[in-house]
């Protein structure tokens, strides 16, 4: 018969030589879990910010891809010899001129509710002759309440006007090129409230 003694020392051994088990308790779980909450929230807050970066820089690439299509289109009307219809391009859409317009591009209108067109989307207005970007929601948290207006641009041919009737004439006027004119939103697109700023 095996006195109390043994069977402690007996128990001990085999305590010894059973593998380490053990596991989370609920407060180390709890204490990870705010943790990592704690690590997210920091880092959404850090990159939020970069996506209302990313939509400004998106559109002010697509501005210049569109200035760089009205200059290769008013280039190739003078080396035809068709300089006088430079002028058809004032006030017109100059995503038609675009090889392929953007998918967020939702076409020409006329008589609609800005509130229709989905957000971070384009559209030309048909009333105003003004190609419009609609901005998103803001991600980043605004430095303060100011709401930006949607950026517009419009198509103006830039010439000497020397009869004074307005109109482009070849003949007369000294052509000075094509331009993308921002109309509307230039506070936005160049950057005040973005990431970094």
Known sequence: MMSEGTLFVRDARLALTRPF????SLLELVVVIVIISILMAVAINRLLPYIDEAERVGV???ESQIKSTLM???A???AGGRAASISELDGSNPMQLMLETPQNYVGELRGYDESSVPRRNWYFDLNTRRLVYRIGRRF?????DESMDNPEFEVRVAFDDRNGNGRFEPGTDELYGIRL???AGAQWLVGKNSAGR
């Open 76 to 78: 190739k009307r003078i």
């Open 72 to 74: 290769t289109s008013a």
């Open 21 to 24: 088990e053990s596991g989370f």
């Open 181 to 183: 004119q921002r109309e």
């Open 140 to 144: 980043g948290w605004p430095d303060d």
């Open 60 to 62: 002010l690439t697509l």
